[in-house]
């Protein structure tokens, strides 16, 4: 669904209705006297996609995890360096 260009003016005072045309899917370009400066477009929805697991696989609670890694680290002090950073 593609829309028609909008002025600045026309997008300040009806911003709702294209908000809700865009996540219908359409593409607003907005213009600045007649001159395109803008495109509204929708998001693409991530391509991360949650599915069943094939037939015949084992379930999640026969799964065989790893045993833990036996690191010497202590958490807190990597969290607390991290933050000062910032």
Request: proline share 12%; no cysteine; aromatic share 0%.
């Given at each position: 669904m593609v829309m028609k260009p909008?002025?600045?003016a026309e997008l300040k005072s009806r911003l709702s209705e294209y908000?809700?045309?865009v996540r219908d899917g359409?593409?607003?370009?907005?213009l600045d006297?007649?001159?395109?400066?803008?495109?509204i477009v929708p998001i693409q929805p991530?391509?991360?996609?949650?599915?069943?697991?094939?037939p015949?696989?084992?379930?999640?609670?026969r799964l065989l995890l790893p045993p833990p890694l036996d690191l010497k680290l202590d958490v807190m002090e990597l969290l607390s360096e991290e933050r000062q950073d910032r």
């Open positions: 909008v002025g600045i908000v809700r045309a359409a593409t607003v370009t907005v006297r007649n001159t395109p400066v803008a495109k991530p391509g991360l996609r949650v599915r069943k697991p094939a015949g696989s084992l379930p999640l609670k």
